[in-house]
């Protein structure tokens, strides 16, 4: 079946570091990605998405490339802010977009000033 | 973007009590709606997916006398947690999906916090 790896955390950096959190998945056909991000005592938000290989996904300085060859979709900010510190979800959809997504475990972020 | 509401966001309630909560999409019709549960740092796990007008399906290991579920419309899905016991105590989120306006794309309520005493 489908399944989500993404690196263990707390990842914890200092204000404008450069920040990758590391995302695989195993599918079979042609998944749709996504990274969600979950703040404190909040909900889950769509952060970016893409639905082929070579998409590249981006929202607030976040990016994410799908990449089939690797089976990856790292994702990657070049300068955090402590605003940035939250939970956050690789996440994959299958074609069909019916079924429920599969989550990640999440990995948290810090950022400290 | 879409908008989904969930209500409460937090309850507090004593065992053996039911507790309801409602997931509401504000500005679209949810076709799909999910129900998620979340404990203390650890990720999303699919309890049940609820589509209108039909019974819901449960994962395994979900209980679903325990956790009633009802999508009696477009806009509005409700989980009931019945006779309601300490280890119930959890972060429940719904989600809700359409098809027909952007596929794959779950948009998420704020989630709702509950405690048994």
């Known amino acids: 079946g489908n399944s989500v790896t993404q690196m263990e955390g707390p990842v914890t950096l200092s204000e404008e570091a450069f920040l990758t959190i590391n995302c695989t998945y195993t599918a079979t056909g042609y998944p749709s990605l996504f990274w969600y991000v979950q703040y404190p005592g909040e909900g889950l938000q769509l952060l970016l998405k893409?639905?082929?290989?070579?998409d590249k996904g981006s929202n607030k300085g976040f990016e994410a490339t799908y990449r089939k060859e690797t089976t990856s979709f790292h994702l990657e900010k070049g300068s955090v802010q402590v605003s940035d510190s939250a939970v956050y979800f690789c996440a994959l959809g299958d074609y069909s977009g019916n079924t429920p997504l599969v989550f990640g475990k999440g990995t948290r972020l810090s950022v400290i000033a | 973007g879409a908008v989904v509401s969930q209500h409460p966001s937090w309850v507090i309630c004593k065992s053996g009590t039911s507790v309801k909560i409602e997931c509401r999409s504000l500005d679209f019709q949810a076709t799909t709606m999910f129900w998620y549960r979340q404990f203390p740092k650890q990720s999303l796990m699919l309890m049940a997916t609820?589509?209108?007008?039909?019974?819901?399906?449960?994962e395994q290991g979900v209980e679903k006398d325990k956790f009633l579920i009802n999508h009696a419309s477009l806009t509005l899905s409700t989980l009931t947690v019945t006779s309601a016991h300490p280890e119930d105590s959890s972060f429940y989120i719904c989600s809700a999906l359409n098809l027909a306006v952007a596929k794959n794309i779950q948009y998420f309520g704020a989630g709702t916090r509950l405690s048994v005493l």
């Open positions: 609820s589509n209108e007008g039909s019974k819901a399906t449960y």
């Open positions: 893409a639905t082929k290989a070579d």
